[in-house]
């Protein structure tokens, strides 16, 4: 059972750090990563680890705490009944959001939300910068030796301004 | 010399330019070809006996498939590494290394030609270019709308071009951040001294998606200059690309 939650809030505490999310879950989940057992799987916090909240970058107890929508109350693990949500992480796709949901006192849930529309991010300025922005021209292409593009299957090859140059020279 | 050859599932164009006997010409293009097949045989994933095929099936060991096997599979674990796990022949749930298959192989077959005493050609895989030689090579950038217009044209003498988009075969590029096809980008050219790693650029700055501009500027240090067009029609290019009217 423990064992179980430890599994968890490693796999929890695993995507967090990928998405470099800022947890702010409460840290009444402190508890029971450290009583996690010395054996637990290679991905649950070791004793010796920050709180996996702290791995996160957790905030302060109580600090940002945004989550909590049960409010029931501590179990003897530790963890508060309730579904917490991290603030949401942005990176260039949008928003990851964590959310783990807490029953009983054990982890029931966890789950990680990612942007669904596609690239609105804006593109990094400081490489805008450093790059020449244009606008696409489109030229004939009947004076290249050669033509590069996104590679072609046999049948698209026939249609190709390549296909064309090979006919001309051959 | 001109040849088309139909081998790797696309069409590959060999140009053979050095003023040399037809017969020794005609040799070093079967030669060239020859090489192809053999890659396509040992690599490709639709073909059931292929060695990549045989691994992935668990009937072929690392240790017992063809060096040549072994290097691929090497380079795409040091690729990933190298690009934070952008560059990833796992995407798809199963070892796939046709992203590195392509332009390595057509830049083994360029160095053949060479060691052979042919310098001045070029092969285009699919799109691919490998050229080399004393003289000039107009290379156009295939418009991402318009099949039949270019986008730009470039000059190489002794290089790659490599381009990686989303119009021929759709998003066959995954984003492993999302584990959704890349769709930022319509293409991504890279343009280098070497094909293997143009082709890898072109990839990787593909399925980076709005990350990509960065990392593009980044490659004209390593001597890599590219041209990226969004999917929204936006241009982008490194102030080095050899471009000409």
Known sequence: MRRSTAAVLGTLTGVAMIAGVRMTVPTQIVPVAEDAPADAPADAPADDDAAPADQGGAAPAGDEDEGGDGGGAASDTGLTDGTFKGTGAKNAYGTIQVTITVKGGKITAADATYPTAGNSATINPAAIKKLNASALKAENGDDVDAVSGATFTTGSYRESLQSALDKAKV | ?245
Request: hydrophobic fraction near 40%; include cysteine.
């Open chain 2, 1 to 245: 010399m001109r040849h088309v050859e139909q081998v790797m599932g696309t069409a590959v164009s060999i140009e053979l330019a050095d003023d040399r006997p037809d017969e020794e010409l005609r040799a070093l293009v079967a030669d060239v070809c020859g090489w192809l097949h053999e890659v396509d045989a040992r690599f490709s994933t639709y073909k059931e006996d292929s060695e990549v095929s045989r691994l992935r099936r668990g009937e072929l060991t690392y240790a017992d498939s063809h060096p040549d096997l072994q290097h691929v599979l090497g380079a795409c674990a040091d690729l990933w590494r190298a690009t934070d796990g952008y560059f990833d022949a796992y995407a798809g749930g199963t070892i796939d290394p046709s992203g590195y298959v392509k332009g390595w192989s057509v830049e083994v077959a360029s160095a053949r030609l060479a060691a052979a005493g042919c310098h001045t050609h070029y092969i285009g895989a699919g799109g691919d270019i490998r050229a080399r030689g004393d003289r000039v090579w107009r290379v156009g950038v295939r418009h991402p709308w318009q099949a039949d217009k270019v986008a730009w044209k470039l000059a190489v003498t002794d290089g790659a071009v490599a381009t990686s988009g989303t119009y021929e075969r759709g998003g066959h590029v995954i984003n492993p951040r999302t584990g959704r096809p890349a769709t930022f980008l319509r293409s991504v050219t890279v343009v280098g001294p070497d094909l293997t790693l143009a082709d890898v650029h072109a990839t990787t700055a593909l399925a980076m998606e709005s990350e990509a501009l960065s990392y593009l500027e980044k490659l004209t240090a390593e001597g890599y200059e590219s041209a990226a067009v969004t999917e929204d029609g936006q241009a982008f290019t490194t102030p080095d690309l050899p471009v000409v009217a």
